[in-house]
Every structure is written in C-alpha cells, then in structure tokens.
C-alpha cells in the first residue's frame, strides 16, 4: 500500500486572495505530490512500505535515512499544512486552546508576534508552528523538512516559510504573506481540535 496524495480539504480558489489558486495549483498539485510520488518510489519493496506516514517520519530519522525522511516529512507537514488555514479562517481561538493561548502569551496579540516573529526569523526554507508541549503551549520553527514529530511535541498549528509557499502572491514579502495568514486564513478549530484530542491528524 502507498501513502496517499490527499485532496486540499476546501476548492482551490477559496483561499483567494490571501492565497491565489496559481499557487495552490503548484504548492499542493506539484510541490507536495512530488513528495508523496518520491516517498512513493523511494519506499517500494522496503521494510517502510505499508506503514503509516508517522510511523516512516520517526524510522528514517532514527534510521538516518536521509531521502526518505525528508520526502515522507515533507508529506506529512503539507498534509497538515492544508488543515491549518481555511476559507473561514482568522478570528479567535475557543475552548481550552482559547485558554492555553491566554496562560502561555497573555492573549492573542501575544501569540501574534510570538508566532510572526517565530516565521519571519526562520532563516531560507522551514516551517513556523504552534505546538503543545506536555507543560503547555510553545512556538517552534524547523529549518527544511524538519517536524515537531521527531522532537516530541504535538503539532497544532503550521505555516509554511519555504519560498514556493509566497513567492507567486507576495513576491519575496514573506511578513505580508505571515500577516495574512494570522489575520484572514488560520484554523483555529483544527488546532483545538489538535488540542482537545492531543495529536495532530491530517
Ligand atoms: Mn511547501
């Protein structure tokens, strides 16, 4: 069995204008299924093939399987990256992650720059996330196809930083592309949903 090339979870258009469907067209439908199609090849006839995506991220790492960790890690972060915004995204977290958000950067506009800065100091190509912690809510971001998945923490939240993630809609303006993201696209029902339940499903 093959890991999944899986659909965007809302029409390519209805990100617009935050996110263009031109690049949807070419961050999900090339960048993201060239992973899936190279983990794909890569893991055939091998002792990976048939094991969930999670489970190949964590044995290539410990395995230094460099080729496959990075495709399979690329995977997953992309999968969960489509759930992290939405067309009705932006607002305000509820529920307990409205609370952890509180006790951890005092309120949202804590979180805010916490999350901005996190994104905008990622140095070339990684990834900004929101991430639960067994003592709370953190900010962490991973350089290339690094994944809060080998480092023990839940993810809740990601945004992509990776140039091909910007580039078409905001040119080389990565703090435009980050503030509208946290203004107009974040899902803050998947990540209490990630919360609630305390791990992060794509
Ligand atoms: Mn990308």
Redesign the pocket.
């Known amino acids: 069995m093959s890991i999944e090339f899986t659909e965007l979870p809302y029409s390519i258009d209805s990100l617009e204008p935050h996110v263009s469907a031109k690049t949807l067209q070419f961050?999900h439908g090339k960048?993201?299924k060239a992973y899936v199609d190279k983990l794909n090849t890569a893991i055939a006839g091998t002792a990976y093939e048939g094991k969930p995506l999670d489970a190949i991220i964590v044995a290539a790492h410990d395995g230094a399987d460099t080729s496959v960790f990075n495709n399979a890690a690329q995977a997953w972060n992309?999968a969960f990256?489509w759930h992290s915004m939405s067309p009705n995204g932006g607002g305000k977290p509820t529920g307990p992650l409205a609370d952890a958000i509180t006790q951890r950067f005092g309120d949202l506009a804590g979180f805010r720059a916490e999350f901005k800065t996190a994104a905008l100091r990622q140095f070339g190509s990684g990834w900004a996330w929101l991430v639960r912690k067994p003592d709370g809510l953190n900010i962490v971001s991973t350089g290339n196809a690094d994944t809060p998945l080998i480092h023990g923490v839940t993810p809740l939240l990601t945004l992509?930083v990776?140039e091909?993630?910007y580039y078409l809609d905001y040119q080389n303006s990565r703090d435009a592309y980050i503030d509208a993201y946290l203004d107009k696209l974040i899902n803050w029902d998947c990540a209490a949903q990630n919360y609630e339940s305390d791990g992060a499903a794509v």
């Open positions: 961050h960048h993201h992309h990256l992509d990776w091909h993630a």
